[in-house]
């Protein structure tokens, strides 16, 4: 693994990364030493907030919150059992039906394993639980790869597209919702999540462009960059052969320090120009995977680019 960058705020951060894995760790140790009682308190807040909706009224729970009534009286169902209230909201009825808070959108399946998408109403308030979920994954990681609050991580995230209900709701998957939220978008600066990406790359509904520009942004700062990846396995393939095929064209961005006009998206373009700069030294390989070609370059990227 090569040697970190300097980093002018790395002396300030170093101490609150430590501090923040400690409180995370704490965190995690201490709702699963007493996973009963946890469960128990957190079942009888969720009853006790939406004693009175629709659909725990219809089973007669009548507002009690212990775990063994609960467990009497609510029976167990699939998706296609709760689909009639789902379809309701969906369809514009804002009556506290299965929750006492309004439904911010809908959380929507890949429709993978069934061939249909599903989908999951849920409120304003879940993404601040997800994304207190998302921040506990690298303090867990970092007790067993050191180095991950290093440099800046090459990840290829992406959006998936949103529809709206006959109602008006947004329905989408969960991560575009997490990545369209200001959580995602106004985050502060975070060792772990210090990406190659602009934002607005990340967000780009065009998944050519999106593509392109995350590789070319990642390719320009491959010095620093010490890890790379993608949300799912089969992001990271399609981001390999992505860069197969279209290596030719982002050594040449790269060089002349323009961006390919196929690159259409103005947000996109202004993020990526503040990151391209050319750099005449390079010159294309003439094979992709040219021995030579693997000079100087930190992540093997320079299988296209080499001094």
Known sequence: MPEAP????????EYSVAENNKRKLEFIEDVT???????????AEILS?????EYLKRHGLQGQTDRETFKKIMPVVTYED???DINRIANGDMS???CSHPISEFLTSSGTSGGERK??????????????????????MSKFVPGLDKGKGMYFL?????????GGLLARPVLTSYYKSSHFKNRPFDPYTNYTSPNETILCPDSYQSMYSQMLCGLCQNKEVLRVGAVFASGFIRAIRFLEKHWTLLCHDIRTGTLNSLITDP???????????????????????????CRGSSLGYGLILST
């Open 158 to 166: 992406f959006i998936k597209c949103e529809t709206k209900t006959p």
């Open 119 to 140: 989908m999951m109403p849920t409120i304003e308030e879940e993404l601040g639980r997800r994304s207190l979920l998302y921040s506990l994954l690298m303090p867990v």
């Open 267 to 293: 947000s996109v373009r202004d993020a990526v120009s503040r990151i391209l700069k050319p750099d005449p030294k390079l010159r294309t390989s003439s094979s992709p995977i040219g021995k030579e070609s």
């Open 6 to 13: 300097k980093d002018q705020t790395r002396e300030a951060t």
């Open 96 to 98: 506290p039906i299965l």
């Open 33 to 43: 030493r007493n996973a009963d009682e946890v469960q128990q308190r957190v079942l």
């Open 82 to 84: 709760m689909l009639p």
């Open 49 to 53: 907030r939406n004693a009175y909706v």
